[in-house]
Each structure stands twice: as C-alpha cells, then as structure tokens.
C-alpha cells in the first residue's frame, strides 16, 4: 500500500490513490478478481442468450434456409443460405465485440454485467478513457481467455501432438496474469493502461441536492457561489465525475485539493474554510450547465473538448 493512501486512512489491501491529470488524489477501490469473473459471466450469458433468441427469430423466419445448412455438411448450399451463414457470422462477431466497446465507451464505463457486480473500466493514469485503450482491451480477451480454453479442450486428445502441449502452456500464461500482480489487471489492462475499479451505487451527500448548494450559498459563512458560462466552460462531463466522487468519498486532504486546483484554474481566490461549499456550489452548477447544453445537442465530454 502506497504511502498516499495510508494518509487517507485505508485498511483495505485493494484500495488506492489515483492522482488525476489535474494533479487531484482521487481514493479508489481495485475491484476484485472474483467480481471480475462473475461480470464476465453475466455479460456473456446475457450476449450469448440475446444471440440465442436472435437465431431463433432467424430461424423461424428462413426456416427452410436454416435447415439447408444444418443439412449441407458434405452437399453445396445454395446461394441464399451461405448469404445467411455469413450475415449471422457477421451478428455474432459484431455483437461480441461490439456489446463491450459500446457499453465501456459509455459514462459509465462499465457493460451491464460490471453494473450488476458495481465495477467499471478507469483509465490508470487518472485521464479520459479512450477508444483505443477499450478496443486494445477487448481484443486481448481472445488471447487471455478463448484460445487457453481452446488448447484445453483439443491439447489433452493427443490431436495437436506436443505443439498443442506448447500452445496450451504458452496461453495459460497469459490466463494466470491477473493472479500475478495486487490490481488484478490482465494483460489487455497492462497494454491498454487501463484497470477495473469499483464504482458502487451510492448517492451522493444530501448537501449538493439542497437549495443551498444549488444557488451558492454557504451554510456555513453565509457566502455566495455563483459561477458565469466562462468558469463552467473550463470543465465537462469528466471532471464532473471526478468532482462527484471527491464530494462522496469526504476526504479532507483530496477536497482541498481540489479546491485549490478548480481555483487556480478559474482565476478565483475564495480563501480557505469554506472549501466544500464551494465545491458543491461549482459541482451544482457545472452539472446543470452541462445538462442543459445536453438538451440542446450539446456534449462536453471533458475540459479538452471544445464541441
């Protein structure tokens, strides 16, 4: 354990300080291996059950083309049914990888499966998590998981000879890497830089919905927070969602961080005591600055963004 997150005070061996690009220490919790594993499952059961029923409605709707190339092992299948075979393929390879592309692109970060179990995919270095790191992530999982489970079924036949011995101990290398390192990142999160993290449902203080937090005010000095178009522009969805869990976590040490970081970077020089109130009147007014704009067609993914 880092001496970082001793300060906070942890005791849990997979808890850990994330410091943002912005130079913010952002406690976290490494999911565990377990609760990887149980995602993983329901996403496939829940993929594989949706692929299921698809080729059910498929079946039922070119029944008599399906039974052709059920029925074709050693016989030519006519044009039509091979179109089908191929266009089903096709399903089946873009529902894979595209359920967990779209799904950990997404806010949240995280599939249906790693909602359930309250994980999500971060990006280790504190930064946005980018399309390339999921796709290199993703495209991994054949290496790490399919081919091991490949080799394991055909290897102990004899049919590979001793290259499949070679293959199946080569592969479960790559298997047995999230049991070799404390964040239990597979090979696709160390080549990607990303990590699995717990995100778990919570809501946030009752503070930021009041109507204190919400105009500015401070119930604890009487002072107002009200920020214009130009020190909310500063910020996007991101940062706001780093904001949330600063404001949820309640450490002393990363609040006032953020403070001063938010101040430097908006010109503002509130003085100190008041640094929640502050943070929660910025947090109110950023999110519905945003949200607004979302109405309107209008994203800013992160302070980079100038769409």
Partial sequence: MSAASASYGYTNERERTLITPEGISVPIVVASRGSRVGALILDFVLLYVGLFLLALLLGWMFSGLFDEIAGAAEEQISGAGEFLYIVFILIVFLARYGYFLSFELGPRGATWGKR?????????????????????????????????????????????????????????VFMAVPFFNKDALRAGDVIAGTWVVEAPRTKLAEALSTQGAASGESTLTGARYEFGDEELSVYGEHELQTLERVLRDNHDEAISAVHTTICNKIGWDPGAGDERAFLEAFYSQLRARLEGDMRFGKRKQNKFDES
């Avoid at 998590?129 to 999921?134: I, K, M, N």
């Avoid at 490949?150 to 293959?167: D, I, K, R, S």
């Fill in 116 to 172: 359930a179990t309250g994980i999500r995919v971060a990006a280790r270095d504190g930064g946005r998590l980018t399309a390339e790191a999921v796709l290199a992530r993703n495209l991994l999982r054949d290496i790490e998981l399919f081919m091991p489970l490949v080799f394991l079924v055909f290897a102990p036949t004899g049919e590979m000879g001793n290259a499949g011995l070679a293959g199946l101990a080569w592969f479960m």
